[in-house]
């Protein structure tokens, strides 16, 4: 395994770089729950695939110099201004290419804009520079808006010879199914709880929380680590006690709103879905299957008692497709506002 990635990625890594040259598929869609490295795996089999020989970067060649000099021109990177602000990694440094002049916007775009489509198209119309190869990464690929989609698919349509073609998303569904019928899918599983929480404390986490992170992450062992470094377990509990003073009848959406936005409209939404999910789970008696808060239990129950289960199942609808939208130019405050009314309403008695 190459030593950019991590362990939980051996098995997946060591099969993607056994593929030969004539077999490697035309398009990729690797997707998977938040923080399981899939952008790492995509940009080494960018590096793999320009190498000179034959599977992994062999580091000595003239494509792997000029990769590593983060000028080779047949690597080509697409992102969001957000996804790549304050980073210096070599995803970025590739991804700004494609970025327009800086302008007069207060805030990094969070949208692949079909402009940065286009030229990449062009770019991708003339001969490979070092070789027969080119490699196109698109990460992440669920934040393209829909002309870009569009541009994107033309060229999975007809790719130019020699071009592969890597998408990674956290949310393949969002996707076109137009376009993800042109990729061959690979999911990236979820590492074993035991042995990402044993990642976590190598990296400083404490034993006692690891865990927990991890079920609030979704399994994801690396966005368990951003949200250790985030202070998230203190600011969850901000938003466990505006949920229950939503359940007990009392609590303004409009000021939670605000409070949940400084925390982080995302990472709240997100929150608010595995909340959902937990509930749904303990209404539906799924016992089986692990809570998102293991360590809620009693509040948890408490609210399944004061649950009006279709109004659940409508705002969860609802904020899945709020995060599905993110990556739009919404109004987060009052897009949570929204959320929060509906959510208040979720309980029996609260209108």
């Known amino acids: 395994m190459s030593r950019a990635l991590y362990p939980w990625l051996e098995p997946l890594w060591t099969r993607l770089a056994a593929t030969d040259e004539d077999s490697r ?8 729950v938040t923080g399981l490295g899939k952008q790492a795996v995509a940009m080494e089999l960018a590096r793999a ?17 000029l990769l590593s000099a983060n000028s080779h021109p047949d690597l080509h990177v697409l992102s969001t201004e957000a996804v790549c602000a304050g980073r210096q990694d070599q995803f970025a440094a590739f991804a700004r290419r494609y970025f327009p002049e800086p302008g007069r916007r207060k805030k990094p775009s969070r949208v692949i804009p079909v402009d940065a489509i286009r030229a990449m198209g062009a770019q991708l119309a003339q ?9 196109v990464l ?24 020699g071009a592969h073609f890597l998408l990674v998303s956290d949310h393949p569904a969002s996707l076109p199914a137009t376009i993800r019928s042109r990729c061959l899918p690979q999911p990236v599983p979820v590492p074993p709880e035991q042995g990402a929480s044993d990642w976590l404390v190598e990296q400083g986490i404490a034993a006692d929380q690891a865990g927990l992170l991890l079920r609030l992450a979704g399994g994801g062992p690396l966005r368990a680590l951003a949200l250790a470094g985030e202070g998230w377990l203190a600011q969850r509990q901000q938003l466990l006690e505006d949920v229950a003073r939503f359940a007990a009848g009392r609590g303004d959406p409009v000021a939670a709103a605000r409070r949940w936005k400084e925390i982080g409209t995302s990472e709240s939404l997100r929150w608010l879905h595995g909340w959902s999910v937990d509930l749904l789970r303990k209404a539906h008696a799924t016992g089986a299957a692990p809570l998102f808060n ?7 129950e408490d609210q399944v008692k004061r649950l009006n289960l279709s109004r659940l199942h409508e705002i969860f ?11 739009g130019n919404l109004d987060e405050t009052l897009m949570l506002e929204d959320i929060l009314a509906r959510w208040r309403r979720v309980y029996s008695g609260v209108t």
Do not use: F, Y
């Open 25 to 32: 598929p035309q398009a990729l869609l690797l997707s998977g």
């Open 49 to 65: 695939w320009l190498c000179a020989g034959d599977s992994r970067p062999c580091g000595e060649c003239r494509a792997c110099a």
């Open 127 to 135: 001969t490979g520079h070092q070789s027969a190869r080119r490699v």
């Open 138 to 161: 698109v990460w992440p690929a669920d934040a393209m808006n829909a002309n870009a989609a569009n541009s994107l698919l033309k060229l999975l349509e007809e790719p130019p010879v």
């Open 294 to 300: 293991p360590d809620c239990d009693s509040a948890l």
């Open 317 to 327: 609808n609802v904020i899945s497709e709020s995060i599905s939208g993110l990556a």
